[in-house]
T-cell receptor, first 113, second 110 residues
Framework: AQSVTQLGSHVSVSEGALVLLRCNYSSSVPPYLFWYVQYPNQGLQLLLKYTSAATLVKGINGFEAEFKKSETSFHLTKPSAHMSDAAEYFCAVSDESNYQLIWGAGTKLIIKP | SQTIHQWPATLVQPVGSPLSLECTVEGTSNPNLYWYRQAAGRGLQLLFYSVGIGQISSEVPQNLSASRPQDRQFILSSKKLLLSDSGFYLC?????????FGEGSWLTVV
């Protein structure tokens, strides 16, 4: 069965510092992988997705993620954090069998001034 | 382009009252449709999904129900709300392998 693990329910970084949010997955088939961002009191917004093309995927707001099959990872990074990046981030893997996404528990990103 | 709308954005309902949340999608045909819930401090829980009109799959047993009376309309209902139904409800539609979310509806059951 597919699963997604996000390491760290909360991650705190200083403004201008590197952002690294970790996501590991398990899947018996080549996966489609996603990162979504949720700002307070809003719906989820697609940040980026991996669909078996380039392993380094660039998304909105300066974020990118790298698919590493050997490590079964899809970590999200941003070189320099902004205060506006404070939000909750969800990693997900596509379950091809039934049109669903398998979700991680989410990581709340806190930006310190 | 495709858009998704859900309403109402917020509502406060007494225990035992009915519920109806509505979601519509524009700009696409025959989308997969989803209802998710986020309880306070918790992750996403899939409640229902639909691959076509009148076709509803339930992921968890509960006192909620869903209906899809039209291709791009998805309704979440309850006959009698419980305190535990409080949370943030998200409608979503699927195109290809990607899911897109609405703005969400805050439900507080008092």
């Amino acid at each position: 069965a597919q699963s997604v693990t996000q390491l760290g329910s909360h991650v705190s970084v200083s403004e201008g510092a590197l952002v690294l949010l970790r996501c590991n997955y398990s899947s018996s088939v080549p996966p489609y992988l996603f990162w979504y961002v949720q700002y307070p009191n809003q719906g989820l917004q697609l940040l980026l997705k991996y669909t078996s093309a380039a392993t380094l995927v660039k998304g909105i707001n300066g974020f990118e993620a790298e698919f590493k099959k050997s490590e079964t990872s899809f970590h999200l990074t941003k070189p320099s954090a902004h205060m506006s990046d404070a939000a909750e981030y969800f990693c997900a893997v596509s379950d091809e069998s039934n049109y669903q996404l398998i979700w991680g528990a989410g990581t709340k990103l806190i930006i310190k001034p | 382009s495709q858009t998704i709308h859900q309403w109402p954005a917020t509502l406060v309902q007494p225990v035992g009252s009915p519920l109806s949340l509505e979601c519509t999608v524009e700009g696409t045909s025959n989308p997969n449709l989803y209802w998710y819930r986020q309880a306070a401090g918790r992750g996403l829980q899939l409640l229902f999904y639909s691959v076509g009109i009148g076709q509803i799959s339930s992921e968890v047993p509960q006192n909620l129900s869903a209906s899809r009376p039209q291709d791009r309309q998805f309704i979440l209902s309850s006959k009698k709300l419980l305190l535990s139904d409080s949370g943030f409800y998200l409608c979503a539609w699927g195109g290809g392998n990607t899911i897109y979310f609405g703005e969400g509806s805050w439900l507080t059951v008092v």
